[in-house]
């Protein structure tokens, strides 16, 4: 048996959902920032390792408010698995870019790993992903976007 109950792993996770998803619509990552402890790390392999809840927070707004970045307005999870035992949530989540106008879908997806450190706090979160599988999706977004302004 886990140190934290199925139930209590669930909220946290599925608060972590419900506050990516308001900073995606607001550009405010503060209460986002704040799922993680004050000692957590944050790899994320295109930026590098984030130590500590002030540098994540420093990180994911800046990075959030450059272009392309800027555009991706929702991070639904497709599938996670949870590992009870460790606390840990293995998700495929999508960064989809805003509407341009026709309606698509634009995305691409990263796979995450957030480590619980418990009261509703992760203590780690990684993300991995192709960027290969990023540049085509951007490329059509920016087609369509520039489509959109010429109609």
Same mark, same amino acid.
């Given at each position: 048996?886990?140190? @934290?109950?199925?139930?209590?792993?669930?909220? &946290?996770?599925?608060?972590? #959902?419900?506050?990516?998803?308001?900073? $995606? /619509?607001? *550009?405010?990552?503060?209460? @986002?920032?704040?799922?993680?402890?004050?000692? &957590?790390?944050?790899?994320? #392999?295109?930026?590098?390792?984030?130590? $500590? /809840?002030? *540098?994540?927070?420093?990180?994911?707004?800046?990075?959030?408010?450059?272009?392309?970045?800027?555009?991706?307005?929702?991070?639904?999870?497709?599938?996670?698995?949870?590992?009870?035992?460790?606390?840990?949530?293995?998700?495929?989540?999508?960064?989809?870019?805003?509407?341009?106008?026709?309606?698509?879908?634009?995305?691409?997806?990263?796979?995450?790993?957030?480590?619980?450190?418990?009261?509703?706090?992760?203590?780690?979160?990684?993300?991995?992903?192709?960027?290969?599988?990023?540049?085509?999706?951007?490329?059509?977004?920016?087609?369509?976007?520039?489509?959109?302004?010429?109609?």
């Amino acid at each position: 048996m886990g140190r @934290w109950t199925r139930d209590e792993l669930q909220r &946290a996770h599925d608060h972590y #959902h419900d506050v990516a998803q308001e900073a $995606g /619509r607001t *550009n405010d990552w503060r209460a @986002w920032a704040d799922n993680f402890t004050e000692d &957590a790390t944050y790899v994320e #392999h295109h930026y590098g390792t984030m130590q $500590g /809840r002030e *540098n994540i927070y420093e990180w994911i707004t800046k990075t959030m408010a450059e272009w392309p970045n800027s555009e991706m307005k929702e991070f639904p999870h497709d599938w996670c698995v949870c590992d009870e035992e460790r606390g840990w949530w293995i998700c495929q989540i999508e960064n989809r870019f805003r509407d341009p106008g026709d309606g698509e879908v634009y995305q691409a997806y990263n796979l995450t790993v957030l480590k619980y450190a418990g009261d509703m706090k992760f203590s780690s979160e990684e993300d991995a992903y192709n960027p290969a599988n990023f540049a085509p999706v951007v490329k059509a977004w920016i087609d369509a976007e520039r489509a959109a302004k010429n109609a």
